[in-house]
């Protein structure tokens, strides 16, 4: 086993890949019992659930949907314009009702064809929740227990031999070991681009990951490692449990059950479905080529299906409203639920923290993100991306409030769409109480021209992936030079950064007048806007 000290490594490596969240404040959303509006033609009572009466916000019954459709046909076309996103879907649960369901461009541009509600995408690793209530279902059943050991059940051999990895730890991504990359296989091979990694089959898969005894860097529940493979490993074990492939357990007793008929893992069913996605992949100018679904059909090889587990669920937003109202309601949904309550309460506990964002405490639990304060109130979530297709689920459970969203490209911000919706059903408006924009909107009053005096020496200053950098190019030669601004405060309160080279901090500082009008401090010079 590699020496511990790796653990600092993969800690700073881990850190750079949190994602940034936003702020808390503790508001309860506005009773907007009776103001659903119609938009999609799923709108209106979806199941025989009564509405909860939640203490009202300062706006009057009707403000908040009336701002929030306002919100959504200003913000969501103009997301995809800056994302280059053909086509995007989008729905909105809230007390057991669809409030909101619509189609905005594209799914298949080079036909014409609109994006609806209903249109079929790849939901990526939201599967992953799907996954969970499998495995919960077998636990109720008496078949596994969740402090099993994974090689109890499958030949996964990668442990330490007094400390094996347990089934929780595959559902909590906390075994230990550092991702494989098994999705990077699996979605390159079908996007076109083989790794020739033997990838075909269970014995493949895994004499590929009981190769990396070596990589285990920390206790099983220690460190929290994202593990498409530790998924696959799951729909493995729910495959061999229940004697059916992978694919048919997931869509005979979690997807079918809930009445998503179209919902699937055949590939197949998917291209023959009127309503679905041509996929596009994102090239390195921002444009979108077609492409195609990366996952292979299951049913041409169904022992091997549980490669689909990590992310290979097609759907639509109108019936992913259903699991989302389950996943709310934990599980009161029909004769027969899907899951006890308890099962459903635990996989939306936190059981392993990751990094404090802006919410503070966030972390994982059984195939779901956990943010227990925001705005006041725990939010679950999760995001899928096959590369072509990306997805986003989100809800708060106390508020019975939920979104679901899809696109057939990637590079939509999906969590501040969210979280922006939630903020306007609370009776607020996003720019003033989620940190992101906050701070994208005061990174973007920085940005611009500034030249010294008599306009002498010029530099940019522009955001790129995150973070605004000083661009300038050299009169003489036109080489362009891009440095990156280091804040010196995250949230961007204050306007100081530094420049660092080689560990020396360089100060940059902007200074803005009352007339508001910046200025721009770097070594000897003072630059000042001109645009």
């Known amino acids: 086993m590699r020496r511990f000290a790796c653990v600092l490594l993969a800690a700073s490596l881990l850190s750079s890949c949190v994602r940034v969240a936003e702020a808390r404040e503790d508001i309860l959303v506005a009773d907007l019992e009776g103001d659903a509006y119609s938009v999609g033609k799923t709108t209106g009572q979806a199941f025989g659930h009564g509405p909860v009466r939640a203490r009202r916000s300062h706006p009057t019954p009707g403000t908040s949907t009336k701002r929030l459709k306002q919100w959504l046909d200003e913000s969501i076309p103009q997301y995809m314009r800056e994302s280059k996103t053909p086509g995007f879907s989008l729905a909105i649960v809230q007390n057991g009702n669809v409030i909101y369901s619509e189609g905005f461009g594209l799914r298949d541009p080079q036909r014409n064809l609109p994006a609806t509600p209903h249109t079929l995408y790849g939901i990526g690793s939201i599967t992953k929740s799907f ?21 109890q059940h499958v030949p996964f051999t990668v442990s330490l031999d007094d400390d094996p990895i347990r089934i929780r730890h595959l559902l909590t991504h906390s075994l230990g070991l550092p991702s494989l990359a098994t999705s990077s296989i699996a979605i390159n091979r079908g996007l076109g681009l083989d790794t020739g990694i033997p990838f075909g089959s269970a014995d493949d898969f895994y004499r590929f990951v009981n190769g990396a005894q070596d990589e285990i860097v920390a206790h099983p529940g220690e460190r929290f490692f994202y593990h498409n493979a530790g998924w696959r490993i799951l729909g493995h074990i729910i495959q061999v449990k229940s004697g059916m492939p992978f694919h048919r357990y997931i869509k005979e007793r979690v997807i079918n059950p809930l009445g998503m008929e179209r919902t699937t893992l055949n590939v197949e069913d998917f291209a023959r479905d009127e309503d679905h996605i041509v996929p596009h992949l994102k090239k390195a100018d921002g444009t979108n080529e077609s492409s195609r679904f990366p996952y292979p059909n299951p049913e041409d090889n169904p022992e091997f299906s549980f490669i689909s587990a990590a992310g290979g669920i097609l759907s639509s937003v109108d019936e992913m409203t259903r699991y989302l109202i389950v996943q709310i309601e934990k599980g009161a949904f029909g004769a027969e639920p899907l899951l006890s309550k308890r099962s459903f309460e635990q996989m939306q506990t936190l059981h392993i923290k990751r990094h404090d964002n802006y919410y503070g405490e966030n972390g994982y639990g059984y195939g779901l993100d ?43 911000p999906y969590s501040t769409i ?114």
């Open 418 to 531: 969210a979280e922006s919706i939630f903020a306007l059903l609370m009776g607020h408006e996003p720019s003033e109480v989620l940190p992101s924009l906050k701070i994208k909107e005061r990174m973007k009053s920085l940005t611009g021209t500034y030249k010294t005096y008599r306009e002498l020496e010029t530099v940019d200053v522009l955001i790129k992936s995150g973070m605004l950098y000083l661009k300038q190019e050299s009169p003489l030669t036109s080489a362009v030079s891009m440095t990156p601004l280091v804040p010196e405060d995250p949230t961007l309160e204050s306007t100081d950064f530094y420049i660092l080279r080689y560990g020396s901090k360089t100060p940059v500082e902007f200074k803005i007048g009352d007339d508001g009008k910046s200025d721009l401090y770097w070594g000897r010079y003072c630059y000042h806007r001109v645009d």
């Open 370 to 412: 956990i943010t227990p304060n925001f705005l006041g109130h725990k939010m679950v979530s999760h995001g899928g991306s096959v590369v072509v297709s990306t997805a986003y689920m989100a809800f708060i459970p106390d508020l019975r409030v939920g979104v679901i969203m899809m696109g057939n490209s990637s590079g939509m």
């Open 131 to 151: 996954v969970a209530i499998g495995i919960m279902q077998l636990v109720e059943e008496g078949k596994i227990e969740l402090d099993d050991p994974v090689s």
